[in-house]
T-cell receptor, first 114, second 111 residues
Framework: DAGITQSPRHKVTETGTPVTLRCHQTENHRYMYWYRQDPGHGLRLIHYSYGVKDTDKGEVSDGYSVSRSKTEDFLLTLESATSSQTSVYFC?????????????FGSGTRLTVV | DAKTTQPPSMDCAEGRAANLPCNHSTISGNEYVYWYRQIHSQGPQYIIHGLKNNETNEMASLIITEDRKSSTLILPHATLRDTAVYYCIVRVAGNNNDMRFGAGTRLTVKP
């Protein structure tokens, strides 16, 4: 999607290893989000950021940490990956202005933990 | 944020209008109705949003009932590329900490 990229697009990792997913935006939006999507659960918010070094937890934050040292980058880290973290991860951005406040999503990262 | 209820699936013939309903009977006065769709394996895509007036853009129309307890997303001339899961979400504009996605409606457009 224009203005937002996720990397890597696909990753296979072993249980117990650390994994970092990157979300990069060129829109200078204030808000950034990490969601995971699993069959039967829809999209669930993991963490979000409302500015550089300002982050907060979502509904499924256990086992995940995030960092935002620059406006354009939002990193999601699995400190010790587990099979339950096999999922598709989506990043989203939002400028937070006005009534629109709609989100723009990235193309997703498919993570498999074996 | 208020909850929404959508039918799990719907079919539509190609070229016909697709009317996707959403019930949000507990919506508050300052909550907007947002619609997104997700085409297989892609990230969700914003379609339209509204507060109480009907809205139209190049993708769709949004009809909100006068009591605001339900709404309908209309795709006027559905194509095969409109096959997707459609999500109806209500939230306070300016509440930027979350956009909660339910199960949505899986729309299948058939030739």
């Amino acid at each position: 999607d224009a203005g937002i990229t996720q990397s890597p697009r696909h990753k296979v990792t072993e249980t117990g290893t650390p994994v970092t997913l990157r979300c990069h935006q060129t829109e200078n939006h204030r808000y950034m989000y990490w969601y995971r999507q699993d069959p039967g659960h829809g999209l669930r918010l993991i963490h979000y950021s409302y500015g550089v070094k300002d982050t907060d937890k979502g509904e499924v934050s256990d086992g995940y940490s995030v960092s935002r040292s620059k406006t354009e980058d939002f990193l999601l880290t699995l400190e010790s990956a587990t099979s339950s973290q096999t999922s598709v991860y989506f990043c989203a951005i939002n400028d937070g202005e006005g009534t629109y406040s709609g989100y723009t999503f990235g193309s997703g990262t498919r993570l498999t933990v074996v | 944020d208020a909850k929404t209820t959508q039918p799990p699936s719907m079919d539509c013939a190609e070229g016909r209008a697709a009317n996707l309903p959403c019930n949000h009977s507990t919506i508050s006065g300052n909550e907007y109705v947002y619609w997104y769709r997700q085409i297989h394996s892609q990230g969700p895509q914003y379609i339209i949003h509204g507060l109480k007036n009907n809205e139209t853009n190049e993708m769709a129309s949004l009809i909100i009932t006068e009591d605001r307890k339900s709404s309908t997303l209309i795709l006027p001339h559905a194509t095969l590329r409109d096959t997707a899961v459609y999500y109806c979400i209500v939230r306070v504009a300016g509440n930027n900490n979350d956009m909660r996605f339910g199960a949505g409606t899986r729309l299948t457009v058939k030739p």
